[in-house]
């Protein structure tokens, strides 16, 4: 994916000779603005999301990442942050081995991240690559495309994401990504509902997927979904969200 690529769809999909005013920086930074800008940087973002409750702290360079539930076990809280991944059961520090942690952060860090976008399209381990322009539904937007270096990518370093930004608002109104996790596979996803709480934007999704969608043709996503060729799997609803500014 180091050449610009062409796609000839109904969507009209530009790639050769981006027309976007706007260098790929620029765009991203728009669009952390729209959702919150410099507010993300102290703050806590709480929800719940399919029975559990999480918890995202800011505050300048550290984080305190957490998820609490119940279980057979009693009451289960596991926290990420600066100095690594743990756990307790009823306030009971529980010794995790490597892969447990890995795990468990993974876990957590994924729904953190989907969650927080695009505020964490500026970490240091992200490439940013603008693909080109196309339209919807007479709405223009840039195509960008989301990969990790190895250091500081994480586990999932190797997964491409493409994120599809309205010109005129800088909302990310679909994104698409290809995971290598359990066997890989893509998802699509649609914005259903979005919120401003304290500042913050936060959004709930429409899930798809498609079979045979490789790595490298996410990019067809939105013009299989204007086609109706998708199958919706899921919903991504942030329940009872709350924003504190610290």
């Given amino acids: 994916m180091r050449k610009l690529i062409l796609i000839v769809s109904a969507t009209l999909f530009f ?14 930074s728009q669009s952390i ?37 119940r279980d057979s076990t009693g009451l289960v809280k596991e926290y990420i942050n600066n100095e690594g991944t743990f756990k307790e059961i009823n306030g009971k520090p529980i010794d995790l081995t490597k892969s447990e942690a890995r795990r468990i952060g993974n876990s957590i860090n994924s729904v953190i991240y989907f969650a927080s976008l695009p505020y964490p399209l500026q970490d240091r381990a992200v ?28 586990d999932d370093f190797e997964d491409r994401y493409i994120y599809w ?13 290809y995971f290598h996790v359990n066997g890989g596979g893509s998802r699509f996803r649609v914005v259903h509902n979005e919120r401003k709480i304290n500042g913050i934007v936060l ?12 790595i490298t043709d996410i990019e067809r996503y939105l013009e299989l979904y204007e086609k109706g060729d998708l ?13 504190e500014l610290l």
Avoid: W
């Fill in 203 to 214: 959004t709930d999704h429409d899930n798809y997927k498609a079979d045979k969608i490789g």
């Fill in 127 to 154: 490439i940013k690559k603008l693909l080109g322009e196309t339209t919807h539904d007479s709405k223009t937007y840039s195509i960008i495309e989301i990969t990790f270096s190895e250091e500081g990518g994480g």
């Fill in 33 to 69: 603005e729209t959702y919150g800008g410099k507010l993300y940087k102290n703050s806590r973002i709480q929800f719940d999301f399919r029975g559990r409750s999480y918890s995202a702290a800011r505050s300048n360079d550290t984080y305190l990442f957490e998820r609490t539930y």
């Fill in 165 to 177: 930004i309205n010109n005129e608002t800088y909302k990310m109104d679909f994104l698409a990504y």
């Fill in 231 to 243: 199958k919706k799997v899921s919903e991504i609803n942030l329940e009872n969200p709350e924003v």
């Fill in 15 to 28: 790639v050769v000779g981006c027309k976007s005013k706007l260098n790929v920086e620029e765009i991203i």
